[in-house]
Each structure stands twice: as C-alpha cells, then as structure tokens.
C-alpha cells in the first residue's frame, strides 16, 4: 500500500506561483505513474497532467500547458507541481494519483491541497 501526503497549497495572487509537493510512504513510488487532478466546488475532477514513473516524460492538459510543470524525485518519494502564471479559475483543491500500469485507472489518492487565487 501507499498513502500520499500533498502540501504547497495556500492563497496567491493572480499571476503568482506555487509548487506543490506530493510525498509517499510506502516502497512502491518509483514504481508509479503519477499524476496531478483539481477539483472546484460543484466540477468534475479535472486531469492536469501526468509524469512517468522513471520522470522521462510528460504529459499536460491544454488548459496548463506552458504554464504547470510536473517533476519527481524518487529518492524522496516525492512529485511536484510548479504552477506559473495562476489564474482564479486555478482555483481547487489539488490531488495527486498513482498507479502502477499506464493502462489502468488512478488507484492511490492523496487528500488533497486547496490553492487559492485572488484576482
């Protein structure tokens, strides 16, 4: 098993920045195919973006490419989420996701963090 811990959140300006941090317990993180989820009060869960197990590639939504960068550290059983350029509409709480085959749905979630953008 493995739990997520994620942490960065917290209130920005519009136009400012924020790195959120993903941290797992467990032996199993190098292992796993990550990816960042947002959710705003009374939307569907929304994909940001996902990193491959070993951080060699990446993949975005439209609505952040360019402007969010997903990376890893193994060692410290941990993924990132820098986020440039924030909107209010980035507005959510922020989740990451693992799983173990590229195939198959996202099985571990953390609880999330909430950011918040002031316009």
């Known amino acids: 098993q493995v739990q997520f811990v994620e942490s960065g959140g917290g209130l920005v300006q519009t136009g400012g920045s924020l790195t959120l941090s993903c941290t797992a317990s467990?032996?199993?993180?190098?292992?796993?195919?990550m990816g960042w989820f947002r959710q705003a009060p009374g939307k569907e869960r929304e994909f940001l973006g996902a990193?491959?197990?070993?951080?060699?590639?990446?993949y975005y939504s439209q609505p952040v490419k360019g402007r969010f960068i997903l990376s890893r550290d193994n060692a410290k059983n941990t993924v990132y989420l820098q986020m440039n350029n924030l909107i209010p509409e980035d507005s959510a709480v922020y989740l990451c996701?693992?799983?173990?085959?590229?195939?198959?749905?996202?099985?571990?979630w953390g609880q999330g963090t909430q950011v918040t953008v002031s316009s």
């Open positions: 467990g032996r199993i993180f190098e292992n796993l195919h």
């Open positions: 996701a693992g799983r173990l085959r590229l195939t198959t749905p996202y099985e571990y």
């Open positions: 990193i491959h197990q070993n951080g060699a590639s990446t």
